[in-house]
């Protein structure tokens, strides 16, 4: 492995992060390939219509960078990517975050408003029955 590039595992997803310095791609073109090859040989399929690249680079003139080639499909160039829960983009700027962030909380209060105005006709447990089969992700998290 080289020093400029990092392999990072977390339960059933592998991220390369690699620096590419003076136009020379090489180290990271090979890493992937050896993750590629060590996975064949380990038996583990690679699904490359989920694996995903984003580049960033800062340079004034910026250069085409080509996709890589994994078993001869390439892999999608994204501008952006969700990596251990947050968005990151190209550019590395923090809007589609902050907006990720942002929508989930407004989805919580609202049914935090939904539960404090709940009329007496209407009994909690129902509207948290209903809710719960129609949003479980949103009504766990509200309630914790």
């Known amino acids: 492995m080289n020093s400029s590039n990092h392999i990072i595992k977390v339960a059933d997803d592998t991220t390369v992060v690699g620096l590419i310095s003076k136009n020379d791609e090489s180290a990271y073109r090979e890493e992937a390939q050896r993750l590629t090859a060590w996975c064949k040989a380990n038996n583990l399929s690679l699904n490359v219509d989920k694996m995903k ?9 910026q250069i085409e960078h080509s996709p890589l080639d ?19 983009v190209e550019d ?15 989805q919580h ?19 948290l029955q209903r809710d719960h089969r129609e949003h479980p992700e949103q009504l766990h998290h509200c309630l914790v």
């Open 92 to 106: 590395l700027t923090w809007s589609l975050n902050t907006s990720s962030i942002t929508k989930k909380g407004q």
């Open 109 to 127: 209060l609202y049914f935090l408003q939904r539960l404090r105005g709940s009329s007496s006709t209407s009994h909690p447990d129902h509207l």
């Open 53 to 61: 690249e984003m580049v960033v680079d800062f340079r004034i003139a």
């Open 70 to 88: 994994i078993d001869g499909s390439k892999v999608e160039i994204v501008k952006n990517t969700k990596f251990l829960g947050v968005h990151l």
